[in-house]
């Protein structure tokens, strides 16, 4: 990952994501207890800022420095409290761990891609979820947005064998979809959506 290509694409634009929660991050937890979360890869922190606002004690981790300037200010003029870590997902930083983890529109290639997702794993507590969002590979050809390179877009099926593999219990795994506002009209994205949970402490 570049860093640098990052932070210049944060400069360029008052926001490189949308305001809101990404929407399917609002919808898997609504119905969780709220705790710990970890927002990996958190970019300006639209969800890290939402979780907080929904009494979640949030640590946003980002490796862009401009995106977490921009999250600190987002979140000051929200009114809500986030914890903010500079850290590159694929150095497995250390952290502690959380009830939440939410892994949204990480998009790297393999193997790095399931280092990532298996260090993710072992950042939950016990019976704490994972959430894994991203452009899924038949958005290439038949969707709206995301990468133009296939070997970035992973299938849920293969994100669903990584955790797995990594001791979670897999509660769903599958493509969702989402419309998205262009100025030809809306398109319709699809999504990749894996949620997975960690086993309770014997």
């Known amino acids: 990952m570049d860093a640098q290509r990052w932070d ?3 400069r360029e634009t008052d926001l490189v994501w949308s305001a809101g929660p990404n929407e399917f991050v609002e919808r898997e937890v609504a119905e969780l207890v709220p705790g710990r979360a970890l927002d990996l890869a958190a970019g300006e922190g639209r969800n890290a800022i939402h979780l907080a606002a929904h009494g979640w004690e949030v640590e946003a981790v980002e490796f ?3 995106a977490i300037d921009k999250g600190r200010a987002l979140a000051a003029h929200g009114g809500v409290e986030v914890t903010w870590t500079l850290a590159d997902l694929t150095q497995q930083p250390r952290l502690a761990p959380a009830d ?6 990480l998009h790297l290639p393999p193997p790095t891609a399931d280092e990532v997702l298996r260090h993710a794993a072992t950042l939950l507590t016990p019976g704490g979820t994972l959430l894994v969002v991203a452009h899924a590979r038949r958005n290439l050809e038949e969707g709206y947005g995301g990468p133009p390179d296939p070997d970035l877009l992973p299938e849920p099926e293969q994100v669903a064998r990584v955790l797995a593999d990594a001791g ?3 509660e769903r795994a599958g493509e969702v979809l989402r419309t998205v506002q262009t100025e ?4 319709e994205a699809i999504d990749l959506l894996v949620r997975a949970r960690a086993g309770a402490a014997g």
């Open 168 to 170: 979670l219990e897999v």
């Open 8 to 10: 210049e694409r944060y």
């Open 64 to 66: 862009s420095p401009v």
């Open 184 to 187: 030809q009209g809306p398109r």
């Open 100 to 105: 939440l983890v939410l892994l949204v529109y």
